[in-house]
Nanobody
Framework: VHMEESGGGSVRPGGSLRLSCMVS????????LAWFRQAPEKEREGLAIIEDDGDTNVADSVKGRFTVSQDAAKTTLYLQMDSLKAEDTGVYYC?????????????????????????WGQGTQVTVSS
């Protein structure tokens, strides 16, 4: 499965961006999809997760400003980012955990962090600066 992000760019503080992640066709019924970001000299940070049944989790650091969603065809993952701040600057990645059997739970993803996900996009740069 291939994943590819788009929608990054430069924006002023307070602005908005919507990131998209195209997920290539697959036959998995169960999966978790997520957004991460990595700022310079910092560890990769989990931002949001969505289960195949639509349940979501958003990190406290961006809750109320970022929203994760998926299109009806479940081929594109989105991250709507509002009220952007300078500290939101970084490379944003989408990632996936696909399962042959059994559901994928947000709780498992939160516990294991980036290592839970084994399919990643190449990343898209977001820069928030005045």
């Amino acid at each position: 499965v291939h994943m590819e992000e788009s929608g990054g760019g430069s924006v002023r503080p307070g602005g908005s961006l919507r990131l998209s992640c195209m997920v290539s066709r697959h036959t998995y019924t169960h999966y978790c999809l997520a957004w991460f970001r990595q700022a310079p000299e910092k560890e990769r940070e989990g931002l949001a997760i969505i289960e195949d049944d639509g349940d979501t989790n958003v990190a406290d650091s961006v809750k109320g400003r970022f929203t994760v969603s998926q299109d009806a065809a479940k081929t594109t993952l989105y991250l709507q980012m509002d009220s952007l701040k300078a500290e939101d600057t970084g490379v944003y990645y989408c990632a996936a955990h696909f399962r042959e059997e059994g559901p994928c739970y947000i709780e498992d993803a939160l516990e294991r962090g980036p290592g839970f996900f084994y399919t990643w996009g190449q990343g898209t740069q977001v820069t928030v600066s005045s």
